[in-house]
């Protein structure tokens, strides 16, 4: 029982593929990361959304994080957006984004960064970010660093 | 033997140095003695938290401890009234590869 990795959710990209077509946008700004505690264990395979099993217990929460996230719209530094991309690039597609700076938050042990489509009813998990260990702001900035590489890649033409 | 008794290892006196003390028997097994009387024993790993201490301005700014894990993750504690404690987490990228199963081109000979 705990986190071990980040991921991508298979189910969720499934359903866009498959006659379910769901009609995830990844450039949406109304994307949520949500945060939890090493408890949990992540499914990359089985998972589906927030707020179902494992992501209905133990969310991490307090002042500036509340239950279900942050919205990706006010999640950069000053309440800004972090305005996620799309783009292809040389036989790959990278997800970017700005980094997520969020001020005056007090937490404790948030381990696991839980992306999902609020927007849809489903609210449809998309990645899954590992920490690699606990961490607790007090009152402070609470940053996610992406790599220059950006939030994901995916090499369409290995 | 230089206390009159023979230690396992030769010519390293079976006593510690005056001011040390045992937790193991003296009488304990040559390599718990060798590692009480080295010099150099690492006793952790060479990956440690590097720890970074100022002041957020370098006359009247607060005292700030910046720790940075292992992971790369950053850990700021401020002196002030409300403790203030930042978080800076690195995330790696996540890379997918799309494998796409082999090509066999069969032509007709005939």
């Known amino acids: ?4 990795a980040s991921g991508i959710y298979c189910a969720t990209i499934v359903d866009v593929l498959d006659a379910t077509q769901l009609a995830i ?71 970017d984004m700005a980094n997520v700076a969020v001020s005056a938050t007090t937490f404790s042990n948030a381990r696991f960064a839980l992306l999902y489509a609020d927007a849809l009813a489903g609210n449809n998990a998309i990645l899954g970010l590992n920490f690699g ?20 890649v995916i090499d369409l033409t290995p | 033997m230089p206390n009159g008794r023979p230690g396992p290892t030769p010519n390293v006196p079976d006593s510690l140095p005056s001011g040390y003390t045992s937790v193991a028997p003296v009488s304990g097994t040559p390599i718990d003695r ?38 790369g993750n950053t850990t700021t504690e401020h002196a002030t009234k409300d403790d203030r404690v930042d978080i800076r987490v690195r995330v790696k990228p996540i890379h997918l590869n799309f494998c796409a199963a082999p090509v066999t081109i069969q032509t007709d000979s005939q």
């Not at chain 1, 029982?1 to 071990?4: E, G």
Request: hydrophobic letters at 35%; aromatic letters at 8%.
């Open chain 2, 34 to 71: 060798e590692k009480l009387l080295s010099i150099g024993h690492l006793r952790r790993g060479r990956t440690r938290a590097k720890v970074r201490e100022g002041r957020e301005h370098h006359e009247t700014g607060k005292p700030f401890k910046a720790t940075t894990d292992e992971l």
């Open chain 1, 133 to 152: 260990a606990d961490y607790s702001p007090n009152a402070g900035l609470f940053e996610i660093l992406f790599d220059a590489a950006g939030v994901f």
């Open chain 1, 1 to 4: 029982m705990a986190v071990t």
């Open chain 1, 25 to 95: 946008d990844l450039s949406l700004t109304s994307h949520k990361i949500a945060l939890f505690p090493n408890s949990i264990t992540p499914n990359f395979t089985t998972d589906t959304a927030w707020n179902v099993s494992p992501y209905n217990t133990g969310e991490v929460t307090g002042t500036n994080w509340a239950s279900g996230g942050v919205a990706l719209s006010a999640a950069a530094a000053g309440g800004t957006s972090t305005s996620p991309t799309l783009t292809a690039s040389s036989g790959t597609v990278v997800y």
